[in-house]
């Protein structure tokens, strides 16, 4: 989760809102609003190699990104 919430407010928009979701979806899950599998997916879709290669312009920040969902899809 610190990458996520070092990537808000880090001036890059596609980085920061990407990270903003994924601690909601985070947040989403542990309070039982949605289930596993919706918290998987949703997740993944986060991530999703070609849409977030069409928005990415920092390697090191889309790499932080992954790094941090695929951390949070490991909590469960």
């Known amino acids: ?5 070092a ?27 949605i289930g596993q599998a919706e918290y998987q997916s949703l997740l993944e879709d986060l991530v999703r190699t070609d849409a977030l290669d069409a928005e990415a312009d920092d390697i090191e920040l889309k790499n932080m990104l992954v790094y941090g969902v ?3 899809s490991k909590l469960i």
């Open 7 to 33: 990537l808000i407010g880090c001036g890059k928009p596609w980085a920061e809102q990407r990270a903003l979701m994924a601690l909601q979806i985070a947040d989403a899950y542990s309070t039982g609003q």
């Open 1 to 5: 989760m610190q990458e996520l919430r």
């Open 70 to 72: 695929i951390g949070l």
